[in-house]
């Protein structure tokens, strides 16, 4: 697998985590993925990687820290504006956007500038 579709996989389950975040996947949110990764040229990745983890067990957590490992592991992308642009627009399409996915959006932000900043500073 490449570190390109490494990042891919990465977002259809950051997608997955953010949906889940307030417990369940609405059926807007559902809607609201589909329509933007239409628009995508790996757009069939992301989603086929969304609905692997919406099928699955396993927790929440667990998938949150597979993406911020895969994310690190790839290092910075020009995509990563994409993602961040999907997570709002699918957080905000049911009922606005809930405490629990702002934290979604702004946890991961947060954690990979950090776990970004850790690399760097081993290099110097």
Request: charged content about 30%.
């Amino acid at each position: 697998m490449t570190k390109k579709d490494q990042l891919y996989d990465a977002f259809g389950e950051l997608a997955y985590v953010l949906a889940m975040a307030d417990g369940t996947i609405q059926p807007e949110e559902l809607a609201q993925v589909k329509q933007i990764l239409e628009q995508h040229p790996r757009g069939t990745d992301i989603q086929w990687s969304f609905d692997y983890e919406a099928r699955s067990s396993r927790p929440v957590e667990e998938v949150y820290q597979k993406v911020i490992d895969a994310c690190q592991e790839v290092g910075p992308d020009p995509e990563y504006p994409f993602l961040i642009e999907l997570l709002e627009k699918v957080a905000a399409v049911h009922a606005g956007k809930s405490t629990e996915e702002n934290q979604v959006i702004s946890g991961f932000t947060a954690d990979l500038i950090e776990r970004f900043r850790k690399d760097l500073e081993a290099i110097e």
